[in-house]
């Protein structure tokens, strides 16, 4: 086995319908968390972590990827991409995105809705002292109905693996970040769906396979629907959640601090008086009108707030312009097919 992990594939293909009407003419991996495409930040995770080399498995809206990521250049690492015709499941599309890795070893896997503060390194490493087949990152929740429910031994070697059930056994939950050795990946059916949540891992429990579980309960956050969309950014902001793609844009000026609770693009007009509290991101261009409140908003590259506009919980499209004294509240204002 390699003793270093260079390589991952990023799950982006998703619909996203959960997210509508965010998701009409954007797939759900590129929306923005804290003005930053969702993907970007685990990029530069997968970077900070060694990683050299990064397929995106992409299908909806698969032409939105290429032109903003380009050949990975400008994150310091290589990107391909893989394109299902058709939805192809985790399993199917991890299978089809390897045929474009071109490095050996090991092949970290990530969701593409799941922002986490865990030790990638530290999971690379336990994979590897541990000489796993499949290294699944857990983490812990309140109510793990939702989410494929994992067991292990003292040694955190995987017992058991239920997807989604209405009495799981334990909070302990398969948070969406994987380590798969390449044996493992090429055993996976090409060219079918396939889940390795249903069909790959509880496979290798029956064969006997070395799964285990690296626990980490740092911030974990599943994106799943607009409102936890909204709280990826508030945290970002608030210091709850941490991303090394935010600390660059910050550094680099292309995301800039308004007071303690508020994130914004450049060239943003406030006209004074305004208000913004509570976790707002303002994009680009937008303008901020006289006398309005903001509170945990997210605001497009360009839009405009009228003055006197009060807006709660909302996100507005890029360049949408708000009416004067608009009152809205977990609304979704100028998005359309």
């Known amino acids: 086995m390699s003793t270093k992990i260079t390589s991952a594939i990023l799950l982006v ?10 998701t009409f003419t954007t797939p759900k991996p590129m929306l923005k968390v804290a003005g930053i495409p969702f993907t970007e930040h685990q990029i530069v995770k997968a970077k900070e972590a060694g990683i050299t080399e990064i397929v995106l498995a992409t299908s909806f809206m698969a032409e939105i990827f290429e032109p903003y990521f380009g050949n990975g250049e400008k994150f310091g690492l290589k990107i391909s991409y893989a394109v299902e015709e058709s939805a192809l499941g985790t399993g199917g599309a991890i299978r089809n995105a390897s045929k474009k890795l071109t490095g050996t070893g090991p092949v970290v896997i990530f969701n593409g809705d ?9 999971q690379m490493n336990f994979h590897l002292n541990n000489n796993a087949d499949v290294t699944l990152y857990l983490t812990q929740v309140a109510d793990a109905r939702a989410f494929g429910v994992v067991e292990f031994d003292e040694d955190k070697r995987i ?43 509880p496979g290798l429990l029956q064969n ?27 945290d970002l902001i608030s210091g709850a959640a941490t991303s090394s793609a935010l600390d660059a844009a910050l550094e680099s000026g292309r995301i800039s601090r308004r ?60 360049g949408f312009s708000i ?15």
């Open 114 to 122: 799941v922002l986490s503060s865990h030790n990638l390194v530290e």
């Open 259 to 318: 007071g303690s609770a508020v994130l914004q693009g450049e060239n943003v007009t406030f006209e004074e008086p305004s208000t913004q509290d509570s976790g707002c991101y303002i994009g680009s261009g937008a303008i901020v009108g006289l006398q309005s409140t903001l509170s945990r908003c997210v605001i497009g590259e360009g839009a405009k707030i009228g003055e006197k506009a009060v807006l709660i919980n909302t996100f507005v499209a890029p």
């Open 208 to 234: 006997n396979g070395r799964l285990f579980g690296f626990v980490d309960l740092n911030y974990w956050l599943d994106i799943g629907n607009p409102g936890a969309l909204l709280k990826a950014t508030t």
């Open 13 to 22: 293909g998703g619909m996203g319908t959960r997210m509508q009407p965010l």
């Open 323 to 337: 009416p004067a004294a608009t009152l809205a509240e977990n609304a979704f204002l100028g998005f359309s097919r």
């Open 159 to 201: 017992s058991s693996f239920n997807e989604k059930m209405e009495n799981p056994p334990t909070n302990m939950i398969n948070a969406g970040c994987y380590i798969f050795n390449r044996n493992v990946i090429d055993s996976i059916p090409a060219d079918r769906v396939v889940s390795v949540e249903r069909e790959t891992f």
